[in-house]
């Protein structure tokens, strides 16, 4: 069964600050790969997802992630948070030839960016 | 014009009673799922289904059942309410292809008392 994992379950930075939260995979084949963002009281949205070719995907707000299948790693980045990034932030793995389309989701990241 | 919707946004309960959950979506999405996420924000799949198939979680307990009276519904049963029920539940849709963004509802959380 394919897991995720997040390492990273407290983050806090000043704004300006540079932002990598880490996810690992574990699934030997391919792969679609997901981080999703949830805002305090909202619903979960996606922030960028990565299927095939160009390893480095940019998503809204200036997020990128960085697909390195040699580390099963999907790490999100941003070059400068602003206060408005605090959220929990999901990465999460959808295996194309698994069951349903399901997506298995890592334990998530608590962002606080302090003003 | 909200994409996935679900109600009610709150529900408070008794042990041991049946509720539902309803969710709708308006993306023309094939496929339709339930998640649940636990007091520590940990995110769960519960079920897939797209007209044909229903994929269970194995984890999942029989207390739970969805049903789908279209495509663009699926509602979610719960039968005798325990407390660890006591969570936020989502709705999500997506085209089935696995690289297909899921759009997820605004949630419904539940308190089981």
């Known amino acids: 069964a394919q897991s995720v994992s997040q390492h990273n379950h407290h983050v806090i930075l000043s704004e300006a600050a540079s932002l990598e939260l880490g996810c690992n995979y574990s699934y030997g084949g391919t792969v679609n790969l997901f981080w999703y963002v949830q805002y305090p009281g909202q619903h979960l949205q996606l922030l960028l997802k990565y299927f095939s070719g160009d390893p480095l995907v940019k998503g809204i707000k200036g997020f990128e992630a960085e697909f390195i299948k040699s580390k099963f790693s999907f790490n999100l980045r941003k070059p400068s948070v602003q206060w408005s990034d605090t959220a929990e932030y999901f990465c999460a793995v959808n295996a194309p030839m698994g069951a349903g389309n399901m997506l298995t989701f890592g334990g998530g990241t608590r962002l606080m960016v302090k003003p | 014009d909200t994409a996935v919707s679900q109600t009610p946004k709150y529900l408070v309960t008794q042990m041991g009673n049946d509720k539902s959950i309803k969710c709708e979506q308006n993306l023309g999405h094939d496929t339709m799922y339930w998640y649940k996420q636990d007091s520590k924000k940990f995110l769960k799949i ?68």
């Open chain 2, 46 to 113: 519960m079920f897939s289904y797209n007209n044909k198939e229903l994929i269970i979680n194995e984890t999942v307990p029989n207390r739970f059942s969805p049903k789908s009276p279209d495509k663009a519904h699926l509602n979610l049963h719960i039968n005798s309410l325990e407390l660890g029920d006591s969570a936020v539940y989502f709705c999500a849709s997506s085209q089935p292809m696995g690289k297909e963004t899921q759009y997820f509802g605004p949630g419904t959380r539940l308190l089981v008392l």
